[in-house]
Nanobody, 121 residues
Framework: QVQLLESGGGLVQSGGSLRLSCAAS????????MGWYRQAPGKQRELVAR???????NYADSMKGRFTISRDNAKNTVYLQMNSLKPEDTAVYYC???????????????WGQGTLVTVSS
C-alpha cells in the first residue's frame, strides 16, 4: 500500500523560511499530480499548491510569490519551499498525491498525515 511521509515542519519566526518534503513509498506505478494543502485551526482544508507530472503548477493566491512547489520524480517526492512566512500561514500542512499503484492497478488519491508549521510573530 502506498504511504506518504512528510517532513520539514516546525516553528519559525515571521519572515522566515521552511522547506517541506513528502516522499511516497510502496507499489507505485506512476504519480500524476502532487500537491500540498493546509488546515488552520477552526478552518477548512485549503489548497496551497499543486504540480502536475509535466511540471505545471498552480498556487493559491495568498501563496503566490512566497511559496514554490517542486517535485523529484525519481524519488517520488514533492517539496514546498515556503519563504516570507506569516503568522497566518500557521497550519497543519498535508501532502497529497494522485497516483497509480499496482498490482492490481488502480488510481488512488493518497494523503499524508500532516506536518505542523507554526509561524510566530
Amino acid at each position: 500500500q502506498v504511504q506518504l511521509l512528510e517532513s520539514g515542519g516546525g516553528l519559525v519566526q515571521s519572515g522566515g523560511s521552511l522547506r517541506l518534503s513528502c516522499a511516497a513509498s510502496g507499489s507505485i506505478v506512476s504519480i500524476n499530480v502532487m500537491g500540498w494543502y493546509r488546515q488552520a485551526p477552526g478552518k477548512q482544508r485549503e489548497l496551497v499548491a499543486r504540480i502536475s507530472s509535466g511540471g505545471s503548477t498552480n498556487y493559491a493566491d495568498s501563496m503566490k510569490g512566497r511559496f514554490t512547489i517542486s517535485r523529484d520524480n525519481a524519488k517520488n517526492t514533492v517539496y514546498l519551499q515556503m519563504n516570507s512566512l506569516k503568522p497566518e500561514d500557521t497550519a497543519v500542512y498535508y501532502c497529497n498525491m494522485e497516483l497509480v499503484e499496482g498490482l492490481p492497478y488502480r488510481y488512488r488519491e493518497v494523503w499524508g498525515q500532516g506536518t505542523l508549521v507554526t509561524v510566530s510573530s
